[in-house]
Structures are given as C-alpha cells and as structure tokens.
C-alpha cells in the first residue's frame, strides 16, 4: 500500500483567489492522480501526472484552471485557479503503487469557496 | 457517459444483516474491480478487489460476487454492523489504462 498526506485538510477561500493543495506519498510512484469529489456526489477523475511529463486533464478540466505539477515521484501539487463557489468540494490526491492493481487515495482537502 | 452503473443509492440494513451492493459495465475491456469504502471527512479506502478470472472472493464479512457474462458485480456484506455505516464506491479499470471509473456510490446506514 502507500501512505499519503494532503496539505490543507481543509481551506475556506475567497471568490477570485488561487488554493495550491500538496499530496506526499511515502513511497515513489510513478502515477499520481487528481479527483474532485463534490458533496454526496461520485469520485471525477481532474488529471493524471506523470513524473517529467506535462499532467493530462479529462475532458471539462483544463491546465489555466487546475495547473498541477510533479517535481518528483513522491511528491504532486494542484492549484484551483481563480476560485468561485461552484470549486467548493473534496480534492483527492491518488496513487497508483508499484507493482499493485490499485489506487490508493489521501484523506482529502475540503474546499470551501465564498 | 457513466462507465460503471451502481445500485442503490442508499441502503438501510439492520444489525446482523446482509447488505448488497450492486454494479455494472460495459467495456469487456475492464479487468478489475475494487470496491472503496469513504466515512464521511476521509478519503475512500480499499476494501476488497477482484479480477474476472474467479466469480467470488471473500475477505472476512466481505464478498465480492462476479458475473462475467452479464457483466455485473456484487459486493455482499455479512452481518452488517453500525460500524460499517458509510459511503461504498465500485470501480473498474483495465491493464491498457490507468484510469478508474468509479460507480455513484451507496450511503450505507446499519442500524442497531
């Protein structure tokens, strides 16, 4: 398995502002994964990153909006540009672990956008 | 288009009883499936995952029943206990791609 830590556990944010969320993994992984979930709602997948390579984003996410960067194979972060209240949700950080089907996911930031 | 369909949206079940949660797929090109467990303020933890080579796998009170042909899986909790109480989430993805498509998941509430 793999341990994950996301900085902040939660934030309330004005409207127009920008939120950097960090994800630490204790171990290195090659695969770092971005979800929003909204309140009550199903896990959306944001973008994948790669170590070294440009994040892809899934169709309604877009890099000005949700810019994510990948120094190194522990380590992701993803920034909520130009905030408004419809980004108020859970981010998840999420690993795909060496030699493992699965992914593993960290506690969650909780955002709150006024 | 929601890759994988889950059912019910929420669940009630007394102490001692058996809870189901149902899934299913349409890409034949999905070759495993886990099922997450979320309390609420947490992120969703693995519970329990089966590839389609066996029909069924237990682990503890947890069971996951697997039709291949009718593309449809199951997860099965035995004696069901408050502490069960949370959101369950089913997922599918295949070797070719590391994405996961995950259900809309079920509120469990178990009741004493």
């Known amino acids: 398995s793999a341990v994950i830590s996301q900085k902040p556990s939660r934030d309330i944010c004005q409207r127009g502002t920008s939120l950097t969320i960090q994800c630490q993994v204790d171990?290195?992984?090659?695969?770092m994964f971005w979800y929003r979930q909204q309140p009550g709602q199903s896990l959306t997948l944001i973008a994948t990153a790669n170590q070294g390579s440009e994040a892809t984003y899934e169709s309604g996410f877009v890099i000005d909006k949700f810019p994510i960067s990948r120094p190194n194979l522990t380590f992701s972060t993803l920034t909520v540009s130009n905030m408004s209240p419809e980004d108020s949700s859970i981010y998840l950080c999420?690993?795909?672990?060496?030699?493992?089907?699965?992914?593993?996911f960290g506690p969650g930031t909780r955002l709150t956008v006024l | 288009q929601q890759q994988v369909k889950q059912s019910p949206q929420s669940l009630i079940v007394q102490k001692g009883g058996i809870s189901i949660i149902n899934c299913a797929y349409e890409n034949t090109a999905f070759d495993y499936f886990p099922w997450y467990q979320q309390f609420p303020g947490k992120g969703p933890a693995l519970l329990i995952a089966i590839r389609p080579d066996v029909s069924e796998k237990k682990e503890g009170r947890f069971t996951i029943s697997f039709n291949k042909s009718a593309k449809q899986f199951s997860l099965h909790i035995m004696d069901s206990q408050p502490g069960d109480s949370a959101t369950y989430f089913c997922?599918?993805?295949?070797?070719?791609?590391?994405?996961?498509?995950f259900g809309t998941g079920t509120s469990l509430t178990v009741i004493p």
């Open positions: 171990s290195q992984v090659t695969m």
């Open positions: 997922a599918a993805s295949s070797d070719t791609g590391n994405q996961f498509y």
């Open positions: 999420s690993v795909r672990a060496p030699y493992t089907d699965t992914q593993y």
